[in-house]
């Protein structure tokens, strides 16, 4: 998929019936819907996301708010569009982050062996012991809530996840003889490492990037709902779900239920991006 | 005048935890004099190849040299810290393997694993290296090299890898190249095109050549000397021609008349 957009740019026309017949896909069409709001999406926003208009709250979807106002009257559609742009970006860097250090850890591990590779695991099962929320809980209670600790909790959530797969991924290389020979032409171990093993896992680094994304932005709702991440007034699926939440009972659902189908969509989307690649590489491979 | 590589009665041990441990090399004593080629022959299993992996540390798992010293140029290179032996391997000594294609790294450009041994040992620019490579790969005997450099390892033959091989081995000019039987997975004509091409540019590097095989025919008609490896002693070592024609010590003797030369 990423390859043919790139071999479309790079003016490869041959591929334009394969991109066609990509876009025929549900998910790889839902993700570049996705993927055109959160970069244009808060063009398209007809109101300021954070500009309250207490005379008009809690209002039902209409054609002046096509879905709805809040309680302190925010427009919910525009929140929702600016809400994907900082769940897809504090998803993406959380993951990049955590994914660049996870992925170097697991080869480094994979190609030492020993007592690296021993100390490595026994960190990836510590970290993997704690459910994910409750570990990001205690990070907060720790050193406070935010975006950019947030960004920090998904990176180190994401770290032990790649560190085991890429390892177990490059385990046979240690014994290749292509690493030997590197080794024998005097290539110290750190170029070994970026040079040998990192490309030989780049399959699973990428489906592994696409999975882990659409588990961020989850981690992401999920801690912004009980009050931790994002500040309250800027506008975040999560924490817009909390707000909304108190009035569904009155029959108020439209405040919580957009922000809601929003994450919905997204991790629907990516998951599937993912079923895709995975899906495209095992019949290349055949 | 100092010998460029000596081993003093060197002793190797690999442990495993459920098994007995294996005693590979039990004193080797093995000289190797500037421009000089010397040829180990011998048995499966008897630690022709240990010795190679022994000089360059390369032993696998859990093995380790308890006995002896190896002297490179009259230093000794065996008690040497890991920092500083990565400025032996390559630059002073390399190694060429067996199997030509698996070698090589199969996610990378041949031409780009050439030059980047050249890049990081000896800290030159890209394009320096990347037309180093290219020259070295002509002089190799590649026809056009330009296009080979752009070729993965699986795009080859086994000739064409073994030469990218020796290049990888060459391109930062070491004084001593340890070859683990590089013509035993080609055929007899590019074996001997091989062997050609790796004896015309050891003469210009003024390079050494220790060569592991169980081909007498290759030993013989390579090496000026030769060592006979049995069960982890070297029995016999001597002039090639004086080794074949009247070998002293039995080994030998039933070695060659296994084999037809």
Redesign the interface.
């Known amino acids: 998929m990423i390859k043919i957009i790139i071999s479309i740019l790079l003016k490869n026309h041959k591929n334009l019936q394969k991109m066609i017949n990509q876009l025929r896909r549900p998910p790889v069409f839902v993700f570049l819907i996705m993927l055109f709001i959160v970069v244009f999406g808060p063009l398209l926003a007809p109101y300021d996301p954070i500009e309250p208009k207490p005379m008009n709250t809690l209002a039902a979807p209409s054609w002046d708010h096509w879905f709805g106002t809040d309680n302190y009257g925010f427009d919910i559609l525009s929140r929702v569009l600016y809400a994907a742009q900082i769940d897809f970006s504090l998803a993406l860097v959380g993951v990049l982050i955590g994914g660049g250090i996870g992925s170097l850890l697991g080869a480094s591990a994979a190609y030492r062996g020993g007592i690296t590779d021993f100390f490595l695991l026994r960190f990836v099962e510590v970290v993997q012991s704690f459910p994910v929320l409750l570990f990001a809980l205690a990070l907060f209670a720790a050193i406070g809530g935010g975006s950019r600790n947030m960004v920090l909790a998904i990176a180190i959530v994401n770290i032990p996840l790649y560190l085991r797969i890429i390892r177990s991924s490059l385990l046979p290389l240690r014994t290749a003889e292509f690493v030997d020979a590197a080794r024998c032409a005097g290539l110290n171990g750190f170029i070994i490492v970026i040079k040998h093993f990192i490309p030989n896992a780049k399959g699973q680094i990428f489906s592994l990037f696409v999975l882990s994304c659409a588990y961020a932005i989850q981690i992401i709702a999920g801690l912004s709902f009980i009050g931790l991440g994002v500040e309250p007034p800027h506008p975040e699926w999560g924490s817009m779900i909390n707000a909304g939440a108190g009035y569904i009972m009155l029959g108020v659902w439209w405040p919580s239920i957009f922000p809601g189908l929003a994450i919905v969509i997204s991790v629907y989307a990516i998951n599937g991006l993912s079923r895709q690649q995975m899906t495209d590489q095992i019949r290349s491979s055949v | 005048m100092k010998k460029l590589l000596e081993i003093n009665r060197v002793h190797v041990e690999i442990k495993s935890i459920n098994k007995r441990s294996v005693h590979p090399l039990k004193g080797v004593d093995l000289q190797v004099g500037h421009e000089e080629t010397v040829g180990l022959v011998g048995e499966s299993g008897c630690g022709k190849s240990m010795i190679l992996r022994t000089i360059?540390r390369?032993l696998p798992?859990g093995g380790y040299q308890t006995k002896g010293k190896i002297l490179l140029n009259g230093d000794r290179i065996d008690k040497a810290g890991d920092k500083y032996f990565?400025?032996?391997?390559?630059?002073k000594i390399?190694?060429v393997?067996q199997?030509p294609v698996?070698?090589?790294?199969?996610?990378?450009r041949v031409g780009e694993q050439i030059s980047?041994?050249y890049r990081?040992?000896v800290h030159s620019t890209k394009v320096e290296a990347w037309d180093l490579a290219l020259n070295l790969l002509e002089a190799l005997g590649i026809v056009n090299p330009k296009k080979v450099a752009y070729r993965y390892p699986h795009q080859m033959s086994g000739g064409m890898a073994q030469r990218i091989?020796i290049a990888?081995?060459l391109v930062?000019e070491p004084q001593l190249l340890l070859a683990d039987e590089p013509t035993t997975g080609l055929d007899v004509t590019t074996q001997m095109q091989v062997l050609e091409l790796l004896r015309d540019q050891l003469t210009r590097l003024r390079a050494s050549l220790l060569f592991v095989s169980h081909d007498l025919r290759v030993v013989k008609k390579i090496c000026t000397k030769v060592g006979v490896m049995y069960e982890g002693k070297i029995v016999e070592f001597g002039k090639s021609n004086e080794v074949f024609s009247s070998p002293s010590h039995p080994y030998t003797q039933r070695l060659l008349e296994g084999a037809t030369l």
């Open positions: 360059l390369m798992h990565e400025t032996i391997r390559g630059r390399s190694m393997f199997d698996s070698a090589l790294s199969p996610l990378m980047d041994i990081y040992n091989n990888m081995a930062c």
